[in-house]
């Protein structure tokens, strides 16, 4: 009897190793699968989304076999936390492994937005509105509406965020990235705030932003804007107007078709700075930290005017007499290729 027992335990033990081995063998070939795709595909994976319900679709559809041994390996074996939403890109020389490794990486496709220096809030929400993979929650809202929606009630958006390039995930929302580029923005702005020079016309940061605004707008040159942001400063000073060219194009909206006019500059509007005194009651368009940093540190000096050259730099007078001169000769006489500002950079939404 006892001999029996043995053999019996005997095979049994050896049973249950064949067993072991098998299932080894069944998991190992589940894993190294190939996935059965001839192309690219980009699988969608939801909140709350679980490994075991992905396999089974992926097997439905065709993508994978065995998927019990791919469920079983990811519950004993990797133990990864919760899934990360978003796209995940499979390739066709992937295996099943491979897969199973971007899950638990959370290896997702991201894609990204620039938003430029310079662009006002209409271009924004437009840039907005271009991202499909961007979940859309605030295109059918009025301006006023979208600020009560991202938590800044009362406040007017121009100038409130921060052009950057943000990246983001299939399952983000545009209110998302504008919560984003507003933190960065007030953030900033506090950064530059601490570190401001002595004295200055500013009540408030957010006059700062407003300066900023202005200086962005009327050079892309890194080394004229401390100077332009020391000429408006000093304008302030001296209670003489700003009269910067870019707040009248900005107060005329869609009015603005390329160029402006003398009677453009005399036709009053709360943004032009040739009638009002002082600066307008918003920013005028995005600000980058440098723009922000010259308005709070302008250079010292004694020039109170500048003209655009034409090749997107400016010459800076200190009396009127030299101002007209450089008027005569950089603006009375314009090449073809004239521009008051540098050529615009393109915004680069690259996935």
């Known amino acids: 009897m006892l001999r029996k027992i043995l053999v019996l335990l005997e095979c049994g033990v050896l049973l249950a190793a064949l067993l072991v081995v098998g299932a080894a ?3 190992q070939r589940a894993l190294e699968q190939p996935l059965h795709l001839t192309e690219e595909m980009l699988l969608e994976v939801p909140s709350g989304a ?3 319900g992905l396999l089974n679709r992926l097997e439905a559809d065709g993508v994978i076999d065995n998927a019990f041994w791919l469920r079983l390996y990811w519950r004993f074996n990797l133990r990864a936390p919760a899934m990360h939403s978003g796209e995940y890109r499979l390739l066709p020389e992937h295996s099943a492994r491979d897969m ?3 899950w638990q990486r959370g290896e997702v496709v991201q894609y990204s937005l620039t938003l430029v220096e310079g662009w006002n809030f209409r271009q924004v929400r437009a840039a907005l509105g271009r991202q499909e993979r961007l979940e859309q ?8 509406q979208l600020m009560e929606r991202l938590g800044l009630a ?3 958006p121009e100038g409130r965020f921060f052009p950057d390039t943000y990246r983001y995930v299939r399952g983000m929302s545009d209110e998302d990235l504008l919560k984003q580029a507003n933190a960065r923005l007030e953030a900033v702005l506090a950064e530059e705030w601490q570190k401001r020079a002595e004295g200055l016309p500013y009540r408030e940061p957010y006059e700062a932003l ?3 605004s202005m200086i962005e ?3 892309g040159v890194p080394e004229e804007r401390g100077e332009i942001a020391g000429v408006f400063v000093r304008r302030l000073r001296l209670g003489m107007r700003l009269q ?3 707040t009248v194009i900005y107060g005329m909206g869609e009015r603005y078709n390329g160029r402006i006019t003398r009677a453009d500059l005399r036709t009053p509007t709360p943004y032009n700075t040739y009638t009002i005194d002082g600066m307008p009651p918003t920013p005028i368009a995005m600000v980058g930290r440098e723009a922000i940093h010259a308005a709070l540190n302008p250079l010292d000096g004694t020039t109170l005017y500048f003209v655009a050259r034409g090749d997107g730099s400016h010459v800076f007078s200190n009396t009127l007499d030299e101002h007209n001169r450089a008027v005569r000769e950089y603006q009375l006489k314009r090449r073809a290729d004239y521009r008051s500002s540098p050529a615009p950079r393109a915004a680069a939404e690259t996935e």
């Open 25 to 27: 063998w069944q998991q």
């Open 244 to 246: 910067t060219d870019p």
């Open 210 to 212: 407003i300066m900023a």
């Open 154 to 156: 009362g406040q007017n």
């Open 100 to 102: 199973l490794g971007l």
């Open 50 to 52: 679980t490994p075991s």
């Open 217 to 219: 707008k009327e050079t």
């Open 137 to 144: 929650r605030l295109a059918d809202l009025t301006d006023a």
